[in-house]
């Protein structure tokens, strides 16, 4: 995903069963201890949350609730009725997400509930999901999913309990459910506990779900990796597994980076038609969303499990973000692009076409972006609010400079991906390097000075041209590598014809315009919609939307793109790559 908080990459984590941790007796045994007690029988259906912990030198604190993450401006809606339960410990509101808290006494272990209610609207029908609503509170009647951003009422500053230990418990759960989190996998009856050594940061990019889901066992090296699927699709579940697993493998492997006593991967139907999936990395853990069209094998699987899971490293392990991260997603998000399709490739995973096919289609949208000279600033601003056009420049800005890097570094004898890796923290120097938190070990910043080394100044400016100001990058016939060329292709932007979001969500078409190919093919304002299938942002693939016409369903065709032509860079195979000792050599090598 396209955000990153500071936390501690790897924790030690002890699963600890409901008769062992009963047994600790003293609640302080747990400095903070959150307790989740599902209440599904209730209307609406609800997590109650008990927290408690110790209020330290201060007779007065302040609670911090979920504030803005991902895109999602209002987590805190789904949070009601924050009240203390500790006679003659007060709780007042600061704002909808802030409260003030007032002890009699110094250090005094203090309890405060809270209730969590669904954030997803219609999360029982089959409504789709769409992206920027998927990582909301969800309570469904047979699953639940909670990211700790949208969970946690938690005493701030967190700073203050870095050291102390934290308890997790979730309760109510029925016997039959399947209970996975960032913290492990499993439950005795209906009740899951985890203690974690340092809290700061780390429960917020937790995750957790349970109910219907099936959860299948992995082993990588001798580290389980667990996969938590619901849903039907056109693959069986252990066919994810094995691919999933695989793909992890190569990613460990290339970093040599082992130690993970374990990781949790959940797939999530959104409900979409088709050509619509996406996902997120947490703490150990990410998870990720598909339309029922995701298949295995398929270049989106191996792409979307590729990219999310290579942000274990990519930046954690590298650096910090900063507070202004948007204007730094052109590394955190579009170098790790480049690495994903870098190792797809160089483990064999893809072939050479699949690599090229790979990289023209963030090429293609990248010259068909009508935010395609946009500056950086403007990105940094409108990422969350613009994220078909300016949200996805980064990505794509951030891929086609690894690759221009990577070029001048191979003709040098160097190595990018080389780089990479030489920026890893272990995890002794991650522990350091978070604690220090200096603007010096920002990722970016250790990124430019060690390349700096071999490309000099040239550094720099290609930030300022192609990144700050947005100028248009120029694709040359050997940009991609001696195993291919480059050619130029007459192709039209992406157009719908309507006006989408709207559309999708009142299921009334609106927006039309004059001239499209939607307009053409029938489409009017005012059509009640009734069903779609389409592929965001790809103008050669065939659209379909099934409207009612006078009391009768009627599916009209049509190619969603526009009238305008641009001029494009396609990349193909050399024809000799086979034969070429150029092309074996840099298929072998690292660049």
């Known amino acids: 995903m396209f955000r990153w908080t500071s936390f501690l990459a790897l924790l030690i984590v002890l699963v600890i069963s409901p008769r062992v941790y009963a047994s600790l007796g003293k609640p302080a045994v747990c400095e903070v201890d959150v307790r989740f007690e599902a209440k599904w029988d209730t209307t609406p259906r609800r997590f109650e949350v008990t927290l408690s912990y110790d209020i330290g030198e201060s007779v007065e604190g302040k609670l911090i609730g979920p504030k803005s993450w991902g895109g999602i401006e209002n987590f805190d809606a789904t949070i009601t009725n924050l009240r203390s339960t500790t006679s003659g410990v007060r709780v007042a509101a600061i704002s909808s997400s802030e409260w003030k808290i007032v002890a009699k006494r110094k250090k005094q272990r203090v309890t405060v509930r809270y209730s969590i209610t669904n954030g997803i609207a219609n999360i029982d029908d089959e409504t789709p999901v769409p992206t920027t609503e998927f990582y909301r509170n969800t309570l469904g009647k047979r699953h639940f999913q909670l990211i700790g951003h949208g969970a946690f009422v938690l005493p701030e500053p967190l700073s203050n309990y870095a050291e102390r230990t934290a308890c997790v418990t979730f309760s109510g759960m029925p016997a039959s459910w399947v209970f996975a989190s960032s913290f492990g996998a499993g439950h005795r009856n209906g009740v899951a506990t985890y203690r974690a050594k340092g809290i700061s940061d780390q429960l917020r990019e937790s995750v957790f779900l349970g109910g219907d889901y099936r959860l299948i066992e992995r082993k990588v090296g001798d580290q389980s990796l667990f996969l938590a699927v619901r849903g039907e699709w056109t693959f069986d579940d252990a066919k994810f597994a094995d691919a999933t697993a695989k793909l992890v493998l190569i990613h460990r492997s290339f970093w040599n980076d082992f130690n993970f006593p374990h990781y949790l991967i959940a797939l999530t139907p959104n409900r979409v038609r088709s050509a619509s ?19 295995i094998p398929g270049a989106e699987f191996d792409f979307l499990i590729g990219h999310e899971h290579l942000h274990t490293w990519m930046p954690e392990r590298i650096g910090e973000m900063g507070e202004n991260e948007a204007q730094y997603y052109w590394f955190s998000e579009g170098f790790t692009n480049y690495l994903t399709h870098r190792l ?87 522990l350091k390097q978070r604690a220090t938190n200096t603007s010096s070990e920002l990722a970016v910043n250790r990124l430019t000075a060690a390349l700096r080394k071999d490309l000099a100044k040239s550094i720099d400016g290609d930030i300022d041209r192609f990144i700050e100001r947005g100028e248009t990058f120029e694709i040359s016939a050997n940009f991609l590598g001696p195993c291919f060329e480059a050619n130029t292709a007459e192709i039209a932007p992406y157009e719908l014809g309507f006006d989408a979001k709207p559309s999708f969500a009142e299921r009334k078409i609106s927006g039309v315009i004059t001239g499209s190919n939607a307009e053409k093919a029938g489409l009017r304002d005012g059509m009640t919609l009734i069903d779609w299938t389409l592929e965001a942002g790809r103008p050669a693939r065939e659209a379909s939307v099934t409207v009612d016409v006078s009391g009768v369903a009627r599916t009209l065709r049509f190619l969603p793109a526009g009238t305008r032509l641009v001029q494009v860079p396609v990349f193909s195979v050399r024809a000799d790559a086979a034969t070429s000792g150029e092309c074996k050599g840099w298929l072998a090598g690292e660049v």
């Open 344 to 430: 797809l490739l160089q483990s064999g995973e893809w072939t050479l076409k699949q690599y090229a096919d790979g990289i023209n289609r963030t090429v293609s949208a990248y010259f068909l972006s009508p935010a395609i000279n946009a500056s950086n600033e403007r990105v940094a601003r409108e990422f969350w609010t613009d994220r078909q056009h300016v949200g996805k420049l980064p990505y794509q800005r951030g891929e086609l400079l690894a690759l221009r890097w990577a070029g001048q570094l191979a003709s040098r004898g160097k190595s990018l991906t080389t780089h990479l890796r030489e920026l890893a923290y272990t995890q002794h120097d991650l």
């Open 277 to 295: 999936y996406g996902g997120t990395r947490l703490l150990n853990a990410f998870t990720m969303h598909a339309s029922s069209g995701f298949s």
